[in-house]
């Protein structure tokens, strides 16, 4: 199968986060990491090994190792880091004092994840957000204004939002109550965004409640 084509398909894996490395990561630093990596979940390896996990390690790379495999990847990893995600279609994000404190949640979420997998370039724009949610602007500058007054995210040069250390804690206390964001947030330890349902390796969870108390001091 071409390379392109199977990065495109349902299998598509952030090979960036499975290495949990930047996206602008030096050849240096992704050798480095892979046998590192590799070592640790090698088949060999009695204590951590972990067939499955290896052998993504060996596909990632191989792909980020060759110059012209890695600029093909890159290509997709980009169309695909800014399709909307259908997660925020669902009732839970819904206009009102509910669907508004679950905002707040999904920026926190999103701007998490992303200071995680791309630490040299944390920061979404408006219009990102615009994008991976599915909102107008006009329907994100009250949630934007909130969350930067509580010093939960900042704004830095060029515009773009970026979470606070505060803002870390508060998702990190409050996100694992909020069933829906948590699947989002379990999902990119395995570089696959859910579209719907369970996210792959999610653990068993109790069911969330009917409501979540929107992000308040």
């Known amino acids: 199968m071409p390379e392109r084509e199977k990065h ?4 598509f894996v952030d090979y ?13 630093t992704i050798q480095r990491v ?18 499955e996990i290896f052998l993504l390690l060996q596909q990632a790379y191989e792909t980020l190792s060759d110059p012209e495999r890695r600029a093909a990847y890159d290509m ?14 669902l009732k839970e994000f819904a206009r009102g004092i509910d669907g508004e404190g679950n905002r ?24 990102d957000f615009e994008t991976l949610m599915s909102f107008p602007r006009e329907h994100l500058m009250f ?18 939002y970026v979470i606070t250390a505060e803002g870390v804690d508060y998702a990190e206390a409050h996100i694992p109550k909020h069933d829906v ?15 719907a349902g369970t996210a792959p390796g999610a ?15």
């Open 8 to 11: 495109e398909g349902e299998s």
């Open 16 to 28: 960036y986060e499975l290495l949990q490395i930047s996206p602008n990561a030096e050849p240096e």
């Open 34 to 51: 892979y046998r590192m990596l590799a070592a640790r979940y090698h088949p060999d390896n009695p204590e951590t090994g972990n067939q």
């Open 76 to 89: 997709v990893y980009r169309v695909r880091h800014i399709e909307p995600l259908s997660i925020f279609n």
């Open 104 to 127: 707040r949640l999904g920026v926190l979420c999103l701007l998490y994840n992303r200071r995680r997998a791309n630490p040299d370039n944390p920061g979404l724009s408006l219009l």
């Open 143 to 160: 949630t934007l204004w909130y969350l930067k007054d509580k010093g939960l995210i900042a704004q830095v040069e060029g515009s773009d």
């Open 181 to 195: 964001l948590y699947r989002l947030l379990k999902a990119a330890e395995t570089g696959k965004v859910p579209r």
């Open 203 to 217: 653990p068993p969870r109790s069911p969330a409640p009917e409501r979540e108390a929107p992000v308040s001091g």
